[in-house]
């Protein structure tokens, strides 16, 4: 029989440990680049900056943002029906 306080322990940890990684993924800078447009984003998949030409375009770099954020949406949908399949 699973002991609830051990595996609230266990959730606990896993929890700080994301923190963790989610602080030391903000701290990184990821650069991609193409002819005459700079794309820098975050490890946490955040867009900090497009620039084509050397010019800051902010409209893609929120279309990018937006997009990135839609698909990590889908992703958790599709973990956590997966994960609901598997519990089942």
């Known amino acids: 029989m699973m002991n609830p306080f051990k595996m609230l322990g266990d959730v606990n940890a ?14 990184e800078e990821i650069e991609g680049r193409d002819g005459n447009i700079r794309v820098l984003m975050s490890g946490n998949q955040q867009v900090k900056t497009v620039e084509i030409d050397g010019v800051p375009n902010e409209q893609l770099k929120r279309a ?6 839609r698909s990590q949406q889908v992703a958790a949908g599709i973990l956590a029906q997966l994960s609901k399949n598997f519990q089942s």
Do not use: P, S, T, Y
């Open 64 to 69: 990018f943002n937006d997009a990135i954020k």
């Open 14 to 27: 896993m929890r700080k440990q994301a923190a963790q990684i989610q602080k030391a993924l903000e701290k």
